[in-house]
């Protein structure tokens, strides 16, 4: 069965770093670009970072410079690592791409930065 499988989540005070995973199972995470996203209690989900097929990254303002997304096509995962957490960082995390035709989302890793 093809999925995305994240992990790397946890709790961890302001301040701290987390490097979170995204692992391609049955699907070739080099094939396209993968983006993160997150989701707040009570808010929409919003993007994140996106590393394109050939690793150009973009991120959305409220991250940048404290996250940095790349990929290993050889572990077929793409890693966001998350520095200087705030608590407005803290949500369920999600990793998404195309493959052959079809959106796929992984079912997410937990942050939480308490205030």
């Known amino acids: 069965q093809a999925q995305l499988v994240e992990s790397g989540g946890g709790l961890v005070q302001a301040g701290e770093s987390l490097r979170l995973s995204c692992l391609g199972s049955?699907?070739?995470?080099?094939?396209?670009?993968v983006a993160w996203h997150r989701e707040a209690p009570g808010k929409e989900r919003e993007w994140v970072a996106t590393?394109?097929?050939?690793?150009?990254?973009r991120y959305a303002d409220s991250v940048n410079p404290r996250f940095h997304i790349w990929r290993d096509n050889e572990e077929n995962t793409v890693y966001l690592q998350m520095t200087s957490l705030q608590p407005q960082d803290t949500g369920r995390y999600y990793c998404s791409t195309n493959f052959r035709g079809r959106a796929y989302w992984g079912q997410g890793t937990q942050v939480t930065v308490p205030s």
């Open positions: 049955g699907i070739r995470l080099s094939a396209n670009g």
């Open positions: 590393v394109a097929s050939g690793g150009a990254t």
